[in-house]
């Protein structure tokens, strides 16, 4: 379906330099979030309630201003041709709630919400065997009726959630969201020391934790709110269900709807070359896949489809292959690993219409999955094949991070084991040395022999109680912190004698972090210190801190959600890409042996450390140009 037939096309828009008062007006006469500001008819930025809740955060006075000066900008657009699953993409990627929708010059057409998609698609398209508590939120934010509303306000701007809860002994009272914001500032009849409970919306609507998401998407829509309280049998606060927690049900229908393509259970794929010749058939159908590779031949291996995934996945344009046979393209694709030639001749010599495999190059830096089956006309008889590849790069990379993860654990085990026995021998030694030292006469080659003995024994005990960190004796304390001033701390306490300095960039507003400062600030000291041992000849260091936001997509093995990422960049000699894939393994280093000899423990540790605070590592290098390692902590859960 094409958002055209469901978008708003009567959509209520201002210039710039109309004034805020003026702006708020209107979205509260018509019901409306967000306002679209257009100039020339074409829109150049968007107001949301969420836009006026962070002006009344950051203190701007409305009086006066134009709406120019607080829209969001530039504009995330589509055309009136976008498929409705693609329209939903660029929401929840761009985690926005609204998407304007523009013309072939530009102008204005119309706006889709995530609304729109539920009233298009009906209720009964989210009727699953599965109730409310399956998909609501439940870390929401709840606060009692004298919680001060500027407070309140502050609170939801720092963390962008759409509403607070008002309770009293658990149960809800009470509501507060963005558009009652928008009123309540409007009105200006608030002062520094109202309280919540006399502004709130009230009642709040609720519904059962047992109930249906049906009957959720029917209140919902029937009583055009945008979220519901969920309450259990108590009436007590269990969480927080939303339009949007209801509308990503949809992607659950488009995973199975392309398994269906998959094994070849459209009618399509059981229609004969003429059919496959009509290209509209599979734009329909296929071209909504994001990452599937899908090329079809005839009985003569001739090319006659050919999406855009494949395009990019193989490195061909379509107009280069249409037509031409597929064993014509050699015996590797341009792009990916994949042997055109054998694959298919393996098919026609063995008869086989399935075949699957794996591949990689030889850099182990691609995975690609492929699968060759074939396509039955109406006779029953075989009328040609299909390809299916898909880039598994990211997947395989998850894999190895678990293997990773599994072998420093194992590893962990023995090493306190053995950790455990060794420090007990080595004390031994320490006392009976020093017991000899105090009872002897002064001889200087039995005093010399017993101070070297015991220097390295003392080394030995050190090696110990980097044996001791990485086998995770203790979990990491929490608490919350500013990360910035534990970087500035970490850094102070490296060697002088390395000559290097740093340069620390952080983001306005960064995100608190909530870590075991001890355990973070000696991986931060650890980076640090092996970027200064990277450059020699000096040089400088960049660290930086900024807010990010993992979502399903990114190929990283951290839940979705908010992040602190730090980057310790420096400007040494650089990893070999050997060395890349075994940087964090225990005992493997890179170093030297010198005045400053390399245990191989460092960044496992460092790894370790991270993994147990729930985040990540990941490093980066380029020989004679430098490394990054860049650290991702998670901030306090605050889901809304």
Known sequence: MKIRKILTSTVISVSPDTAVSETIALMEKNRISCMVVVE????????????????????????????????????????SSTNIYE?????????????????????????????DIMKSLGVEYFVEVKNISRIMTRNVVAVGKDYLLRDAVSHMAKYSISCIIVEEDKCPVGILTERDVVRLFREDSKRDD????????????????????HEAAMIMSSERIRRLVVVDKNGIIAGLITQHDIVRQIEDRYIEFLKE????????????????????????????????????????????????????????????????????????????PFNFKEAFETVQREGEYTYTTERKKEDGTHYIAYRISSILGNNRNLAGFVLMAQDITDRKKLEEELLKAQKLESIGVLAGGIAHDF??????????????????????????????????????????????????????????????????????FSPDDLSAAYELYTSPELWPVEVDEGQISRVIHNLFLNAREAMPNGGAIRIRAENVVIGAKDSLPLKEGKYVRVSIEDQGVGVPKMHLQKIFDPYFTTKKRGSRKGTGLGLAICYSIVKN????ITVESEMGVGTTFCIYLPTPQILF
């Open 40 to 79: 020339n008819k074409k829109p150049v930025g968007i107001f949301t309630e969420r836009d006026f809740v962070q002006a009344v955060h950051r203190g701007y006075r409305l009086d006066g201003l134009e709406i120019g000066e607080l829209m969001s900008k530039p504009v995330i657009t589509a055309s």
């Open 87 to 115: 329209a939903y993409n660029i929401l929840e990627t761009r985690k926005i709630r609204h998407l304007v929708i523009v013309g072939p010059r530009g102008e204005l057409e119309g706006l889709i919400t995530q609304s």
């Open 194 to 213: 109202t309280v919540i409970g006399k502004v709130m919306s009230r009642p709040v609507r609720t519904i059962s934790a047992g109930d249906s998401v």
């Open 261 to 336: 393509i998959i094994r070849g259970k459209e009618e399509v794929l059981q229609k004969t070359k003429k059919i496959l010749n009509e290209k509209i058939v599979l734009e329909n159908i296929l071209r909504s896949s994001t990452d599937l590779a899908i090329v079809a031949v005839d009985l003569g291996l001739n090319i006659v489809y050919y999406n855009p995934v494949a395009e990019r996945l193989f490195g061909y344009k379509a107009e280069e292959v249409i037509g031409r046979a597929i064993t014509d393209l050699g015996t590797e694709a341009k792009s990916y």
């Open 423 to 492: 420090n007990n021998l080595i004390a031994g030694i320490l006392n009976c040395i020093s017991l000899a030292k105090s009872s002897m006469d002064n001889k200087d080659k039995v005093i010399e022999s017993l101070t070297m003995a015991e220097k390295a024994s003392r080394l030995a005990r050190d090696l110990t109680q980097q044996l001791f960190t990485f086998a995770k004796i203790g979990e990491p304390v929490r608490k919350i912190a500013v990360i910035t001033e534990l970087i500035k701390d970490s850094v102070s």
């Open 613 to 616: 605070h729930d985040g990540h």
